[in-house]
């Protein structure tokens, strides 16, 4: 699969970005002077407290809002509106409940623009199945969402991600609302099909460490009000292997406790 | 006795035991009413304008057979009917496109919506002077009555689904660079539909009790029309004849929308 298509190389930098919202009493400063990339094909995850920005962050990687100050580029590209090239996995699964699993899946390419290739409706099909099949859900082709639990509402809204292809995915705090043992499936899913389905760079929002440790090469860790970023790791299990033997290792343990201890030290009791 | 309820199969026993009860306060009350009502034991009502249940059967089958006023029971229904179904669907093809390019642009809405909602609270019926002054007592005044009041809350209702559409939904479209055609079948017009539909229900029922009133004022056929003509003369029971059949129309229309309604919207409320 080429999923470095439409921009070429797909890497996501942040030019001292700062963001400010207005308010009754003024402006609000939310991120102050972010700085920093993802290269190409990595996985890099933001964490810090509730309202310290990092989905705004996200949001301005998409485009669907700007910086005040700063530059956001994708590509080489400074962003200036939302694209297919960055396909966004919301924070519910945001499928359309009057489609069926098979209809939501294909959504993107049926009505959308600028997917870099068409394709004829057989083809349409046979990707969507595909992407079904990567995510088990081949059998739930013709079923609507309501009558779907949500692990596999999330599954679905994933297939839907990667069948457009999108060199960058940006994810916002996509599984948080699912159930530890479900979470801890859909995050090994990830990782495998980020690795299997060609070049993908991911920009992933949450929370949760141990979410962060696991799927990622880089974790940068933010502080609030103003939104800064105040550590970046390298994750030195690189994001890539089976999670048993990662959560396992001693160092994964240390570096887990030591970013929950700082981001509890961020969030005033 | 009890051999042959056992024979019964279990739901219809159980369905004879519940309807047993209010059957039968319903069969004293019919008889309190056809027996002692009119003895005059109600104070301050003369017997006679109280009817009696074999009255308005007796009325019931001479409207149904000889009509009022010159026409036919069902040409009564079918005048109110095709009042009510006129102004409605022109309100409905009006009034849903326009809601939903109203709510969608959001500009163009700043311009009416302020309009149309202070008009809405308005009783349709405080609209029929004006309307009669206006266009005169024919038919094209009671159409324009119902038109009118069906058409500001079917507007009013397509402009809220509109602006409940999730915002995400507008971000997934924005995403893969929909056009405004698609967003607007795609995406906006599904994810209002459901409140599309509860607006055009109520303003169909509205429709309905509206047409009546516009009845009472001036009109040669219509169940309005019948209820008002038979009150004149006192007679009693062909005006509960009247109202009951006003009354199970009415009933019947709803039936008939809840049951597109469930097959059009089969996702809401699960």
Known sequence: MSGDNAAGSAQITLDSVSKSFDTRGGGRLALDAVSFSVKAGETATVIGPTGCGKTTILNMVAGFTMPTTGQVLVGGRAVTEPGPDRGFMFQRPTLLPWMTVFNNVAFPCRYGHGLGRERSPAELAEAVMHYLDSVGLRDARDLHPHEMSGGMQSRAALARLLIAESPVLLMDEPFAALDAQTRLSMQQLLKHVVKSEGLRTVLFITHDVEEALLISDHVFLMSASPGRILRHVEVPFGGREDYRDVVLRPEFTELKHELIDQLERLVPA | ?270
């Open chain 2, 1 to 270: 006795m009890s051999a042959s309820a056992a024979a019964w199969p279990g739901t219809a026993r159980r369905f004879a035991w519940q309807a047993l009860p209010p059957l039968s306060v319903v069969a004293l009350a019919l008889l309190v009413w056809e027996y002692l009502i009119p003895l005059g034991i109600v104070p301050g009502v003369r017997a006679e304008f109280l009817g009696t249940p074999s009255g308005i059967a007796a009325a019931a089958i001479e409207l149904g057979q000889k009509g009022y006023g010159g026409h036919g029971l069902f040409d009564h229904v079918r005048a109110s009917l095709f009042r009510t179904a006129t102004g409605f669907a022109i309100a409905a093809c009006i009034g849903v496109p326009l809601g939903i390019v109203l709510g969608y642009n959001k500009r163009a809405g700043a311009f009416l919506l302020p309009i149309f909602g202070f008009l809405r609270p308005i009783p349709a019926l405080a609209f029929i002077p004006i309307v009669v002054i206006w266009f005169g007592i024919g038919e094209f005044a009671k159409v324009f009555v119902i038109f009118m009041t069906a058409f500001l809350y079917v507007l009013l209702g397509s402009v809220s689904g509109v602006r409940s559409v999730p915002n995400d939904y507008f971000r997934l479209g924005r995403t893969y660079h929909l056009s405004t055609f698609s967003t607007l079948f795609r995406i906006v017009l599904p994810s209002a539909l459901p409140e599309i539909f509860v607006s055009l229900r109520t303003a169909m029922a509205l429709s309905w009790a509206v047409v009546v009133a516009s009845e009472l004022i001036a009109a040669q056929v219509g169940l309005g029309y019948l209820i008002q003509s038979a009150s004149q003369v006192y007679a009693i029971n062909k005006v509960y004849v009247g109202v009951a059949l006003i009354g199970l129309v009415g009933v019947s229309i709803d039936i008939v929308f809840l049951m597109i309604e469930r097959r059009m919207l089969h996702w809401v409320g699960r």
